[in-house]
T-cell receptor
Framework: DGGITQSPKYLFRKEGQNVTLSCEQNLNHDAMYWYRQDPGQGLRLIYY???????QKGDIAEGYSVSREKKESFPLTVTSAQKNPTAFYLCASSIDLLAGELFFGEGSRLTVL | KQEVTQIPAALSVPEGENLVLNCSFT??????LQWFRQDPGKGLTSLLLIQSSQREQTSGRLNASLDKSSGRSTLYIAASQPGDSATYLCAVRPRGYNFNKFYFGSGTKLNVKP
């Protein structure tokens, strides 16, 4: 079945540690996205990528980094520079056409201890 | 800058009732509008996608309408069921160089009581 797989589902981190969230899609989509969701707030864009080896900062990129070495994969690293990393992280993808539908993974919940 | 608003933030209805969820946006220059459902602790599931040239889309008991000129979309749910309880979010895809930056509302949390 085609879809977006995020792992791990739950992750605990000590302060000062970097962690990497995985996102893999087999939908053959060009565009991929990372969003952060906090209680009572809408989704906020962290980074997005339209093609391999290219990515753009979103609205809240500080303290995060990404790579896009393969079309299927778009990992997100939450660095120790991110001041408030506890959140629900969602990966999404779309065909890079102007009218393309957005599809989401099941999310990863990161908790900083 | 595009802003997307969903009112009310929460809604509780008895089972069987027909209901309407609202989504408004400030900039009518959009490519499409998408409605999603989110269950607690889960990702977003796409329900309906309306292109800017369309007025409505239907899927089963769901019907979504789009009025670009007034900056409004509604999601109509017929004969609601307890299984429809979830948070419903809308998102718009803007025209222009930012076409890959979707704008989301904060959602309406729906509770359908048995």
């Amino acid at each position: 079945d085609g879809g977006i797989t995020q792992s791990p589902k739950y992750l605990f981190r000590k302060e000062g540690q970097n962690v990497t969230l995985s996102c893999e899609q087999n939908l053959n989509h060009d565009a991929m996205y990372w969003y952060r969701q906090d209680p009572g707030q809408g989704l906020r864009l962290i980074y997005y990528s339209q093609i391999v080896n290219d990515f753009q900062k979103g609205d809240i990129a500080e303290g995060y980094s990404v790579s896009r070495e393969k079309k299927e994969s778009f990992p997100l690293t939450v660095t120790s520079a991110q001041k408030n990393p506890t959140a629900f992280y969602l990966c999404a993808s779309s065909i890079d056409l102007l009218a393309g539908e957005l599809f989401f993974g099941e999310g990863s919940r990161l908790t900083v201890l | 800058k595009q802003e997307v608003t969903q009112i009310p933030a929460a809604l509780s209805v008895p089972e069987g009732e027909n209901l309407v969820l609202n989504c408004s946006f400030t900039d009518s220059a959009i490519y499409n509008l998408q409605w999603f459902r989110q269950d607690p602790g889960k990702g977003l599931t796409s329900l309906l996608l309306i292109q800017s040239s369309q007025r409505e889309q239907t899927s089963g008991r769901l019907n979504a309408s789009l009025d670009k000129s007034s900056g409004r979309s509604t999601l109509y749910i017929a004969a609601s069921q307890p299984g429809d309880s979830a948070t419903y979010l809308c998102a718009v895809r803007p025209r222009g160089y930012n076409f890959n930056k979707f704008y989301f509302g904060s959602g309406t949390k729906l509770n359908v009581k048995p």
